[in-house]
């Protein structure tokens, strides 16, 4: 029963709720799908954490995909003991990468109380299943070897499965534990990705790359204004003023 709980029905329905207020939340909110930057409240942090959490996370998602797209191609691959290792050793690699990513922005969150103040409940439930979900990837690929074979030969037949509305549990009963949970938290991911600012990946502004480049034109004159702005009133000649007694005695000066 519990398998048909978490298996069946809590993928549907966060496939369903994801899909359908991702949708709502676009149409109703359009301006909310961003991920709401804190850099200017703290940068240094930021910036590394960001930089080996979108390469580590895209590269993991990338072989993920990859095995659901072409599990024989990934197979055949794998034949060629040199290659598997390659392979297994990149997507640790891309793993830790976004574990290290992962972590640091969190500490980041923790430690910083101007990013504090502005971190929501639901940024807290993201950053904690986004960490459990890597924590998990990365146990797997160290203590669960061969992982790009196993898993296009057990995971990807049940997520087939669901996709084609005929859901078959046989291929990951045997599962060990640690890797159910990472299929669970996956899930769980997918019903807060609506509520939360995981939501600005579907809106990356890839149009930069071939937007064309804005011309700016001035609609005013500077030389112009320069010539008619007023002059500041200059002192007679060998007429010292009380700023410059003040700055020849070492005194601050003050002016407005």
């Given amino acids: 029963m519990h398998n048909n709980l978490l298996y069946i029905i809590l993928p549907y329905t966060a496939f369903t709720v994801a899909v359908v207020f991702t949708i709502y939340r676009y149409r109703k909110d359009g301006f909310s799908y961003s991920s709401l930057s804190s850099q200017f409240l703290e940068s240094k942090e930021l910036f590394y954490g960001s930089v080996a959490w979108h390469f ?25 003991p040199v290659r598997l290792y390659i392979l297994e050793t990149t997507g640790l690699l891309f793993g830790l990468l976004a574990l290290v990513g992962i972590v640091s922005l969190t500490v980041r969150r923790a430690t910083s109380s101007r ?81 939360s ?20 034109i001035w609609n005013w004159n500077r030389r112009r204004a320069q010539a008619h702005a007023p002059q500041p009133a200059r002192q007679p000649a060998g007429v010292a003023s009380s700023a410059d007694e003040h700055a020849a005695e070492g005194r601050p000066v003050f002016t407005r």
């Fill in 56 to 80: 580590g996370v895209i590269g993991a998602l990338t072989g993920h995909a990859i095995g659901f797209l072409f599990p024989k191609s990934v197979l055949w691959f794998n034949g060629v």
């Fill in 115 to 195: 990013v504090r103040a502005v971190t929501s409940k639901m940024d807290v439930v993201v950053v904690m299943l986004l960490l459990i979900q890597v924590s998990l990837g990365v146990y797997i690929a160290v203590f669960y070897r061969w992982g790009s074979s196993w898993f296009v030969t057990s995971a990807v037949p049940y997520l087939r499965s669901l996709w084609l509305l005929q859901p078959d549990l046989k291929m990951i009963e045997p599962l060990p534990l640690i890797i159910k949970l990472h299929i669970v938290n996956f899930y769980l991911l997918l019903i807060v990705f609506p509520f």
């Fill in 197 to 216: 600012r995981l939501v600005h990946m579907l809106v990356v502004p890839l149009q930069y790359l071939w937007r064309p480049y804005q011309i700016v």
